[in-house]
């Protein structure tokens, strides 16, 4: 009998595995149909944007090609540029930058049809152009905008288009910017790669093995590949500032109340505390200063959204000259930056002091226990959201690694936390980090809200105004990296977990005695050995440094980083 009901219980087990395991495939091939249909429409919109382009007349596009931002912007203000062919142009550029990177998700079609409205407008007697007047901006992908999809990476989420702007999109086109592209992200969001199942791959502009960074990865390789000059990118943990660094780009992620939530979804939509917040990003930081100088310069955020409160451009705090005194770290204590990462705050450090800036030695609070933190609070539901979203959908292979993590239940990994803080103490760490319950998700909260207490108290006793620290342990690694090694956004997670203002200018590169100086770098864990063998043959790869201040002082971070890149590039 026994025997009988165990036969029964094993064919049972093969059919219900058969049927799983066939709807899987049938599931599995119903998204690669629509990926392959997704693919064929962004081939559809590059060749729309390739027939646009090619109506410009060639020596006024290549006149508009190497102007950067202000020659631009003024150029356009003065009636020397029409909208429509700068929007031509940058259509153009896009798709060479897009060829180098596989940064553009889709075109946005209206953009001719905006450019020619603002051109007529321009032509009315009386009429004053708005500040950004036909300045072309790309705009990541998960950044809400009418009549096209955010899929965040994900095949499930393509032909949702969203059905109004977003409050950052309806500012830019008042204040006269064109939307003129989308740009790539990594699937889920939640990585500082930029790979997805839907678009492909995103590469570093110097290297097709390495990433752009992420999340706002096809933001930063379109800018580094000169496609666009201005854009919008979103961070949670670093998405705006790892990618900027990577490239050589520069960018803010400002606190989370400056700009608008509204319609916003980042990683994981109900997520208290730690927010995804939307940032500026460009080849310089003076670019940067005048689209938020632009869009904090009265309270029309705050008028379409009450939930953002009126905090208005404060040129006191930007002001050329200002001084500040700024703490200064090169180590965290949780994960010991490559030699370049370490060597660029040293070189920004003289650089302020050089412009009469006062820098002290500051080590921030317990790293390891804010990780712990970070983790628990962006993740939220131990993962169980991303997870779904991710099982149901075509996971992203570079993405295997973290899936992994979130597919350990939550009380095994503590145990093997256990056994693994003897072999592997950061893993260890980690692996305590996801919340089992509720319960722990509260402890967590009121735990960042005493952190932040500490820290910013810590900060006034020392009276110190801003940070200057690494952006990341390494330089643009390969694309599968950034999932192993999602301990290494230390640097960049706290400011989130802190909701400052911080961001990241390119201060040097690596260079080859960096490359020598990493043969003493640690090799004490997993962790360590995958940051050293990363970092491996990046000679010449941009590095960026990091500064950060408290909330709504997003114009001190501004000046510091200001003040850094005109010592860097003499101007
Ligand atoms: C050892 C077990 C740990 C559990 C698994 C952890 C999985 C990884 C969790 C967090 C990774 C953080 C990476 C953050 C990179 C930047 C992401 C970002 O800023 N995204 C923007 C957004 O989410 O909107």
Not at 123 to 146: D, H, Q, Y
Not at 340 to 360: C, P
Request: charged residues 25%.
């Amino acid at each position: 009998m026994i025997f009988l009901f165990t036969i029964l219980a094993l064919v049972a087990a093969a059919v219900y595995c058969n049927v799983v395991w066939g709807r899987r495939k049938l599931r599995r091939m119903e998204l690669e149909a629509i990926v392959a249909r997704k693919r064929a429409d962004r081939e559809a919109s590059i060749a729309a944007a390739k027939s646009s382009a090619a109506k410009v007349d060639v020596e006024v596009r290549d006149r508009i090609a190497v102007m950067e931002f202000a020659e631009l912007r003024d150029g356009l203000q003065k009636g020397e540029i029409s909208c429509l062919d700068a929007v031509r142009t940058f259509y153009h550029k896009a798709i060479l930058a897009n060829e180098r990177t596989n940064s553009v998700c889709m075109f946005i079609k209206e953009a001719e049809e905006w450019a020619r409205e603002w051109d007529e407008k321009a032509k009315e007697p009386g009429f004053v152009k708005p500040a950004l007047f036909g300045v072309p901006f790309s705009l990541k992908e998960c950044v809400p905008i009418e009549g096209y999809d955010q899929t965040r990476g994900f095949v499930q989420d393509t032909y949702k288009p969203t059905k109004e702007d977003s409050v950052m999109v309806a500012h830019i086109k008042k204040i006269g910017g064109i939307p003129y592209v989308q740009t790539n992200v990594p699937q889920s969001l939640l990585s500082y790669n930029c790979a997805n199942p839907v678009f492909g791959v995103t590469n570093h502009p110097k290297d097709k093995n390495r990433t752009s960074g992420g999340s706002s990865g096809g933001e930063s390789a379109i800018l580094a590949a000169d496609g666009s000059v201005l854009g919008i990118g979103g961070d949670v943990g670093g998405s705006i500032r790892i990618p900027c660094h990577f490239t050589g780009t520069a960018g803010i992620k400002p606190s989370h109340l400056r700009f608008s939530h509204r319609g916003v979804c980042g990683s994981v939509p109900g997520r208290p505390l730690i927010n995804s917040n939307d940032g500026p990003m460009a080849r310089d930081i003076e670019t940067n200063v005048a689209f938020l100088r632009e869009v904090w310069k009265d309270d029309w955020i705050s008028q379409q959204d009450p939930y953002v409160p009126p905090v208005l451009w404060n040129e006191d705090l930007y002001k050329e000259g200002r001084k500040y005194r700024i703490g200064y770290y090169v180590d965290d204590g949780w994960f010991t930056p490559t030699p370049a990462l370490q060597r660029s705050v040293l070189e920004a450090k003289e650089h302020l002091e050089r412009a009469g800036h006062t820098l002290v030695p500051f080590q921030p609070p317990r790293v390891p226990e804010v990780m712990r933190l970070f983790v628990r609070a962006v993740c939220v539901d131990a993962g169980q959201y991303l997870l779904n979203k991710m099982l149901n959908d075509i996971v992203e292979p570079t993405l295997y690694a973290q899936v992994a993590m979130w597919m350990i239940p939550v009380r095994l990994q503590r145990v093997l936390a256990y056994v693994g803080s003897v072999f592997f103490p950061r893993l260890g760490n980690l692996m305590k980090a996801l919340a089992k319950d509720t319960s722990e998700l509260r402890e967590c909260y009121a735990a960042i809200e005493a952190y932040r207490s500490e820290f910013t108290v810590l900060m006034l006793d020392k009276k110190i105004d801003a940070l200057l620290c690494p952006s990341q342990v390494m330089p643009a690694p390969p694309h599968d990296i950034p999932s192993k090694l999602f301990a290494s956004i230390s640097y960049t997670g706290i400011f989130n977990l802190l909701d400052f203002g911080a961001g990241v200018v390119n201060a040097t590169y690596v260079t080859k005695d960096d490359e020598e100086k990493l043969e003493a770098y640690p090799e004490t864990d997993v962790w360590y050995k995958l940051a050293k063998k990363a970092t491996k043959g990046t000679v010449g790869f941009p590095v960026g440094v990091q500064v950060a201040a408290p909330p709504f002082r997003e114009e001190i971070v501004l000046r510091v980083l200001r003040d850094i890149e005109k010592a860097v590039i003499g101007h």
